[in-house]
């Protein structure tokens, strides 16, 4: 096909319908004023609406969430920073459907204009729900115990120095707790590794049993375990994990009793540290460690304050 068989074949305005109509991306145009006029079958997929009750009658706030962000639109697509002047090119945003479910998009758009006047403009919405889904997952596979469904040990890094720098900015209180269980060696060597998991996973329950939605829950490894309780003092941590020591006391007996009636009994050894002022978070860690350490040394079974500093002997 030559050039100007090529550039008569592209101005055929049925050809042109056709490949808005085949593209499998939502495509959306509209006028100087907002209004769409251009809403094709993918769009029409995406946005669960047909295009004879959008077509002349929504206008491009009513799609997306919130609707000052197609204002935003607008003026990037009048600076340089994303393709250009006139062009925006795959800018992630997030739409809105007929039934009220926000969906996030790769954005493409351009300026229209004949004549040297701006008469609309029109935007390629390419679903980024499956990416958004699939990176989800894999962040929380990242992060997460696969045994207990607890966060793991990297996320408690992170999500200790998050908070304590919030605490720090707002001069909230923050108490830490690090657990580990009792006996816990001599009932996995009785009953083996499978009952063992079963006592991790108690503990892990139980966990999730007694936190508030602003506390955090954590296994290390082994059996050691973490709480982090956000804006809470030191007694009043110690009153929370009192309260979860002994609904685990509670639960696991019962829970265990197809083992027999001999069992070794499993408790917990809890220490706490309230974070104090411009503490790091590996001093905070080890004052609470070595207090759930004097817990053990005095026979287990209940929760041990830290002291305000790390002292020898």
Same mark, same amino acid.
Request: proline share 3%; charged share 30%; glycine share 8%.
């Given at each position: ?89 795959e800018v992630e945003v997030e739409v809105i459907n007929a039934v009220g479910e926000k969906m996030p998009i790769r954005l493409s758009a351009a300026l229209l204009v004949e004549n040297g006047a701006e008469v609309g403009s029109v935007g390629f919405f390419h679903d980024m729900t499956a990416r958004k889904e699939l990176e989800d997952e894999l962040l929380r596979r990242s992060i997460t115990d696969s045994l207990t469904g607890l966060f793991n040990r990297r996320h408690f890094h992170d999500t ?25 060696? %001599?009932?996995?060597?009785?009953? =083996? ?7 991790? &996973?108690?503990?892990?329950? $139980? +966990? *999730? ?55 070794? %009994?499993?408790?917990?050894?809890? =220490? ?7 503490? &790091?978070?590996?001093?905070? $860690? +080890? *004052? ?26």
């Amino acid at each position: 096909m030559s050039t100007g068989e090529g550039e008569q074949f592209m101005a055929n305005q049925s050809v042109i319908d056709k490949l808005v109509q085949l593209c499998p991306d939502g495509i959306i145009g509209v006028n100087r004023e907002g209004t769409i006029v251009i809403f094709n079958e993918a769009a029409e997929r995406l946005f669960q609406r047909d295009d004879n009750e959008v077509l002349g009658k929504l206008h491009i706030t009513d799609i997306y969430h919130p609707p000052d962000v197609a204002r935003q639109i607008k003026k990037l697509l009048y600076d340089q920073e994303h393709g250009g002047k006139g062009r925006l090119d795959e800018v992630e945003v997030e739409v809105i459907n007929a039934v009220g479910e926000k969906m996030p998009i790769r954005l493409s758009a351009a300026l229209l204009v004949e004549n040297g006047a701006e008469v609309g403009s029109v935007g390629f919405f390419h679903d980024m729900t499956a990416r958004k889904e699939l990176e989800d997952e894999l962040l929380r596979r990242s992060i997460t115990d696969s045994l207990t469904g607890l966060f793991n040990r990297r996320h408690f890094h992170d999500t200790l120095k998050h908070e304590m720098e919030r605490s720090q900015r707002y001069h909230r209180p923050l108490t830490l707790a690090m657990l580990d269980l009792d006996s816990f060696k %001599p009932f996995n060597d009785t009953y =083996g590794h499978h009952e063992g998991d079963n006592i991790l &996973r108690l503990v892990s329950d $139980t +966990m *999730r049993g007694s936190l508030r939605q602003l506390d955090h829950a954590f296994r290390l490894g082994g059996d050691e375990f973490a709480f982090i309780l956000v804006e809470t003092e030191l007694d009043q941590g110690l009153m929370a994990v009192e309260r979860f020591r002994k609904a685990f006391n509670k639960a696991w007996p019962s829970k265990m009793a197809y083992l027999g009636t001999k069992l070794t %009994p499993v408790t917990l050894s809890i =220490g706490l540290a309230q974070m104090g002022e411009g503490e &790091r978070s590996d001093k905070l $860690t +080890m *004052r609470a460690d070595l207090a759930m350490y004097e817990a053990k040394k005095d026979g287990g079974d209940r929760a041990v304050k830290a002291r305000p500093e790390i002292k020898d002997g």
